[in-house]
C-alpha cells in the first residue's frame, strides 16, 4: 500500500493562492489515480480533483473548484500537486489527497475507489 502525506496548507486571504502537496512512499504512484477530497466541520468529505494513472493522466475537476484549482503530477517525485487559486472563505476544509489503484475514470468522484488516504491538510480562507 502506498503512504501519502498531505503539506502546503495555512491561512490565506480570500483571492490568494495556496499549493498543496501529496507526496507518497512506499509504491510509486504511475500506476494510481490520486485524488483530492476536502471536507469543512459538520460536513461531507467532497471530492475535488483527481488525475489518473493512464491515458496521460486525464484531469477530472468538481464544478466548485473548475477554473480555479489545476492538479498535477511529477512521477519523478512521487508526488502529486494542487494548485488553489483565486481561493474562496467556502474552500476552508481539511484537504485530504487519496490513491486508488488503476481506478478508472469513471470512478474518480468516489472516495470509495480509494485505498490509501493522507492525514490532511488544513486550508483556511479568510474574507
Known amino acids: 500500500q502506498v503512504q501519502l502525506v498531505e503539506s502546503g496548507g495555512g491561512l490565506v486571504k480570500a483571492g490568494g493562492s495556496l499549493r498543496l502537496s501529496c507526496a507518497a512512499s512506499g509504491r510509486t504512484l504511475s500506476s494510481y489515480t490520486v485524488g483530492w477530497f476536502r471536507q469543512a466541520p459538520g460536513k461531507w468529505r467532497d471530492f475535488i480533483a483527481a488525475?489518473?494513472?493512464?491515458?496521460?493522466?486525464?484531469?477530472y475537476y468538481a464544478d466548485s473548484v473548475k477554473g480555479r484549482f489545476t492538479i498535477s503530477r511529477d512521477n519523478a517525485k512521487n508526488t502529486v500537486y494542487l494548485q488553489m487559486n483565486s481561493l474562496k472563505p467556502e474552500d476552508t476544509a481539511e484537504y485530504y489527497c487519496?490513491?486508488?489503484?488503476?481506478?478508472?475514470?469513471?470512478?474518480?468522484?468516489?472516495?470509495?475507489?480509494?485505498?490509501?488516504w493522507g492525514r490532511g491538510t488544513q486550508v483556511t480562507v479568510s474574507s
Open positions: 488525475i489518473t494513472w493512464s491515458g496521460g493522466g486525464s484531469k
Open positions: 487519496a490513491a486508488g489503484y488503476r481506478t478508472s475514470y469513471s470512478n474518480v468522484g468516489r472516495s470509495s475507489e480509494y485505498d490509501s
